[in-house]
């Protein structure tokens, strides 16, 4: 197939008249994802105008667009029938785990906490998809983490050829976040950095489409002097959200007063780890550490967050799921009072995966609340 501008404007405008006769396409049409996601290629539908944010992280996330020609016609091709396939079945593995998380904040993590909450995510990069997951009622999210903010992408301007190959990187990208809940690092930096996607804003963007939500702004902001991106969205029930994602070191060389500052500012007073690296259990984030036990009535980690030795009195504490040790990467970090308290105290099943024993069916989480 010829992916040229002038092929783009071949596959659009005969249908542009259909669709002037029939009146512009309802958002309604697009409003629930699995819907989306089961439509036939055939009947994947042609939008107009120009693609707002919401339209890009639609489109990176392999679904019908609301506004967009350029876009919406590539959405046609061949190519992008194939990434709508590869991204609909790793979704679809992500989804049952969601459902299980939903169910689980439910009944063990809605009765102590209020709508309206804010809450913290450090080292959790842009994982918007999980936190919300946990935490529906809260209605701002302060994400962290080392990657770039970035900016949404200015797909409509790209020749076809490299849309379609940022679509690659993408989901190369993305990947392990949605299959086992988290990100690496290094291999999300690397995978966008090859491609015209720069930063984190994008893998933001199709956060909130994949879960039926829609995004309403999207603006740059400093934290303290730290660079950020603030999206504005509602999700799925129409419920509004801000997710705030902060670009800066936590280790006591980067955790600078401004910053300091600017988190304790917005109100947060849930603290959510997973998968943080046991980066907290040295003395290089001593700082850090000891500002999330003081900003916190309620924390919520797997083992890879604070050390267990560190909440001692003044915490109600309740054991989710089953701990061990550590995987073989980061065994040093082997917490015997932990595995002890684990033997000897009450807990309860944890009946979805996560942290980083995703692949062997486990995981725990801590709950600390505050006296």
Known sequence: MNHTPLGIRLIILPILSCLASCGPFEPSAVQDPHQRNTESPARFPLALGNAGPDDIGLFLAGMPLRNGATLSALQQTEEYQAHRREMRAVWGGATLRLNHMRSWSNSELSPNFSDGETVLYPFGGPDLLHVSALFPQ?????????????EVPALESMPPGEVLAVLTAFRQATRTHLESGYFITQDMRSDLQRSALRGVTPILLSTVALT?????????????????????????????????????????????????????????????????????????FSQSREFFLAQSRGILQD????????????????????????????????????????????TSPLLFRTGYRVSQMEGNLLLALKH
């Open 138 to 150: 809260a209605r701002t999210y302060a994400l962290m983490g080392l990657e770039p903010a970035g």
């Open 212 to 284: 039926g939500g829609r995004v309403e702004s999207v603006n740059r902001f400093s934290a303290g002097g730290k660079p950020g991106v603030e999206l504005r969205f509602c999700d799925a029930a129409g419920l509004s959200h801000r997710a705030c994602y902060i670009e800066a070191d936590l280790s006591n060389a980067g955790f600078s007063s401004g910053y300091r500052k600017w988190l304790a500012g917005l109100g947060g007073n849930i603290t959510y780890f997973k998968a943080a690296s046991y980066l907290m259990h040295g003395d290089g």
């Open 303 to 346: 083992d890879s967050g604070i050390p267990f030795r560190c909440f001692t009195g003044g915490w109600t504490l309740r054991y989710f799921g089953v701990y061990e040790q550590p995987i073989k990467l980061f065994s040093k970090y082997q917490q015997d009072d932990l595995r002890q308290a684990y033997a000897t105290q009450p």
